[in-house]
């Protein structure tokens, strides 16, 4: 979780756009209230959230 998720999808997106999830590869405002994005690698996916 972080407090500032527009900073590390913008540094993320810059330096390593092959990590964004195509699921989730944008900044999505959820209905549960958190801002989310997601991360990828061969076998494992990670969402970044902010409250």
Known sequence: ??????????KVSK???E???PNLK????RPW???E???KDN???VIIQEW
């Open 26 to 29: 944008v900044i999505t405002l």
């Open 33 to 35: 209230t958190t801002k």
């Open 15 to 17: 330096t390593h756009p």
């Open 1 to 10: 979780m972080t407090k500032n998720i527009e900073e590390v999808y913008e």
């Open 37 to 39: 994005f997601a991360l």
């Open 43 to 45: 076998q494992v996916g």
């Open 19 to 21: 990590f964004l999830h």
